[in-house]
């Protein structure tokens, strides 16, 4: 049986989901992506001593606002009001792992809201550390968990 697509009407023009006779519920969305740099620019970083400033800093604001501007970004998107959007970030031996979490009460889900802001903060790493490697490698970005709304709770790496 193939899945009907949501966002495609019955004559096969893209259309946003209408959410409107949905239930409101807690809805969580986790994602998480890294970023590859060369050990001088990791050392850099996690010193603080990157030539733009506040690599990190500024990663974390770009990655909340990133994630609350999301419908302007992806077209089918809805604008929800997002009840918070927390991005973390940890050392790895040879990059950055960033995390972000989005929340809200509605009537639609938030994982491309956490997908979104974890991006930002990735290509804002990119570009706060770029004058020390240009050759990042950006990668693994992909949703971790999900909770709430109709199919309920799900992890990566559950059975489908």
Known sequence: MTPSLTHIDAQGTARMVDVGEKAQTQRVAVASGRITMSAAALAAVRAGDAPKGDVL??????????????????????????DAINVEFAFEDDGIR??????LNGKTGVEMEALTATSIALLTIYDMAKALDKGMVINQVRLIEKRGGKSGHWRA????
Do not use: E, N, Q, Y
């Open 57 to 82: 800093g500024t990663a974390r604001i770009a990655g909340i606002m990133g994630g609350k501007r999301t419908a302007d970004l992806i077209p089918m998107c809805h604008p929800l009001p997002i």
């Open 157 to 160: 790496g559950d059975a489908a």
């Open 98 to 103: 960033v995390t972000a979490t989005a929340s």
